[in-house]
Structures are given as structure tokens and as C-alpha cells.
């Protein structure tokens, strides 16, 4: 009950976000049984994607939620989670806004704000069919110069 509690929780945040502004330093999600801590990464399986750009590491979870989220009414399939990191000392970096574009293979485009989370930046997206995704995500820190992280992800 309280994983469904949680998740619930997180799925309100998630949808609210544009309209909140909160700091979710503290926050450690589990969506069922998967378990994701975003402050420490423990999960590397759900790593789809790690980049070094301008000084700054890239790493990019990715986290099946579709069961769930059908169950709720909502379209979203998976939760993308973004931390970035001094590439020479591991620091996180927290401090800033994060934007996330992705393009499916029949060029739809979703583009989502995300919302701090932990040590990193994530949202629910939605890649329901197989193909070739364009992920383009950019970081503004508050200081620096903006990173800009872009790859291809293949949905089976």
C-alpha cells in the first residue's frame, strides 16, 4: 500500500509540476518494484545514455511505468530521469532548470520541464511505440554555461 501510495504521490507531482514550484531535494520515488533512488543511482540498469559535455556528465535513467500509469488513466509509459555531475569531481549538479525534448519515430514531439528530483531532474514521458526516439535535453545551471545533451534511443 504505501509503494501505491507513493507512486500516486509521485504521479501528482509529476503533472503538477508546471504549476508548483517546489525543491525536491529529499525526494527518493518508487514506482512499485523498481525502486529508484535518484539521489545515488543504485539502479544502473535503467542507464539508457551517459554523455560528457562541456565539463558536465550527462546520465539518463529510464523507468518502466506503463502498468501503473494505465491503471491510473494516464498515458504516460516511462519515468526519464537526467543527473548531471561535475565530470572531474562527481559533484551533483542541482542547481538550475532542465528542459527534455523527445522525438518519436513518426515525428511527434513531446517537450517537458523537468522537475527537480533528489540529485537529478525527471518527468514522465510517454515512448509507447517501437522505434528510433530523439532525446535532446538542456540544463541551465545558475551558473556556467548551459549544456545541451543529445542521443538516439531505441524502443523494441
Not at 491510473?72 to 528542459?99: I, Q, R, S, W, Y
Request: glycine share 8%; net charge positive; hydrophobic share 40%.
Amino acid at each position: 500500500m504505501k509503494k501505491l501510495t507513493l507512486l500516486l504521490t509521485a504521479a501528482t507531482l509529476a503533472i503538477s509540476a508546471p504549476l508548483m514550484a517546489m525543491d525536491h531535494d529529499s525526494m527518493k520515488m518508487d514506482h512499485g518494484s523498481m525502486k529508484m533512488d535518484h539521489g545515488s543511482m543504485a539502479d544502473m540498469d535503467n542507464v539508457i545514455h551517459t554523455g560528457v559535455v562541456n565539463g558536465v556528465k550527462a546520465t539518463f535513467e529510464l523507468y518502466d511505468i506503463k502498468a501503473k500509469m494505465e491503471k491510473m488513466g494516464m498515458k504516460e509509459t516511462n519515468h526519464m530521469m537526467v543527473m548531471f555531475t561535475d565530470a572531474k569531481t562527481g559533484k551533483p549538479l542541482v542547481e538550475g532548470e532542465a528542459m527534455l525534448k523527445i522525438v518519436a519515430p513518426d515525428k511527434t514531439e513531446q517537450v517537458k520541464n523537468l522537475m527537480r528530483m533528489g540529485n537529478g531532474f525527471g518527468s514522465d514521458v510517454t515512448l509507447a511505440k517501437p522505434g528510433k526516439y530523439g532525446v535532446m535535453c538542456k540544463f541551465k545551471p545558475k551558473t556556467g554555461k548551459d549544456i545541451q545533451a543529445k542521443f538516439w534511443y531505441t524502443v523494441k
